[in-house]
């Protein structure tokens, strides 16, 4: 114990409390949880798997830069040419955000849509699976069209995930801030 104590006096936490420590931890656990019951709650809302994204690329531009957060939302009316939506390709995890260029009905009388990224100079049949016949994107890779946006906001979550070592200054920046803050 005397052990123990040196070490806290030697960092200056000669007053530290079990107690607080434990209260400051049970704040972060409060903290991420609420973060997991908004996320949820606007997943419930929005009726998408994920009802904020973050701009990665300069394919939309001039409608959407880099680092926009956008706001998605799955509607139940058909989707229409011109419509911004957020798709994903089966087997790949990272969802698009395009236009919808072309749209028409199958034979079975499905609606199917060809996407393009307005900056970009060809549609999105390169992106498909095209290995597995994928031509066109269907309404169930759709998880919803765009209703608001924030510019550049996601900035910050670019710059974590291309920098991991950014995610553990994050975090460790918090922890300090919440064990070392007076309340």
Known sequence: MKLVQKLLDSMGMSDFEPSLALRKMVQI?????????????????????????????????????????????????????????????PGKEIPIVHRILTSHMTDEGKQVFLTKGDNNTVADRGLYDYKNGQRWIEKKDIDGKIYANFPYLGMFTIWISEKPYYKFLVVAFVVVITFFSNE
């Open 29 to 89: 656990a409060y903290l991420l949880s609420f973060a997991l019951f908004l996320w949820n709650s606007l997943r419930i809302i929005t009726d998408t798997e994920g009802p904020v994204v973050v701009v990665l690329s300069g394919s939309m531009r001039p409608a959407f830069h880099r680092g926009d957060i956008l706001f998605v939302k799955n509607q139940k009316d058909p989707y229409q040419v011109g419509d911004i939506v957020v798709f994903k390709i």
